[in-house]
């Protein structure tokens, strides 16, 4: 389901916002199937990938934004035809970490900007995913991918504190010896 690398991510880094993508610590990134069962698939990747990056601890903020981009992207992002098994998966679940950043990415084929609702009116049955994603991460915002790729990407940002995300800890030094 999973890929790790950061060649492939090339294309989503163009609507980011300012950082060296040469000092992305680590990517991981994930074909998403165009059926609503991905977003669970979304989340088991996400748990895997943070967990394996030590940043277990911020999974629940982190995977509420990333189920809330997956379902606007399955819900708004394909054509109504395309929600079904297909071959090549339109959807994909990019993750970037750099040491106090971590950036996730999400990109469809739709060239449609994604709308925010109005936060006051809670039933309106769309936008209010945009305004968890808005609430949760530190910003968040999207951008048409050019070149070979068509769509667009829509991403969130969360600033990390400095412990977290960086390389594993070394083995504690033995204990002297008197």
Request: charged share 20%; with cysteine.
């Amino acid at each position: 389901m999973g890929t790790n690398g950061s060649t492939m991510l090339e294309p989503v880094r163009q609507g980011l916002p300012p950082l060296d993508p040469a000092s992305v610590s680590n990517a991981a990134s994930c074909a998403l199937p165009p059926r609503y069962e991905a977003v669970r698939e979304a989340r088991q990747f996400t748990r895997g990938t943070l967990d394996q990056w030590r940043m277990g601890d911020r999974f629940d903020d982190i995977c509420l934004v990333v189920s809330e981009l997956v379902t606007n992207a399955l819900r708004h992002g394909l054509p109504g035809s395309a929600l079904c098994p297909a071959q090549d998966p339109p959807v994909r679940l990019h993750l970037m970490r750099w040491t106090e950043r971590l950036v996730c990415a999400v990109r469809d084929p739709s060239h449609g900007s994604p709308v925010a609702g109005d936060s006051d009116d809670f039933s309106a049955e769309s936008g209010r995913g945009l305004f968890m994603v808005d609430s949760f991460a530190d910003s968040w915002g999207w951008h048409p991918l050019g070149g070979a790729l068509s769509g667009k990407v829509v991403w969130a940002l969360f600033r990390m504190p400095p412990e977290q995300g960086g390389p594993p800890p070394s083995a504690p030094p033995p204990p002297p010896s008197y």
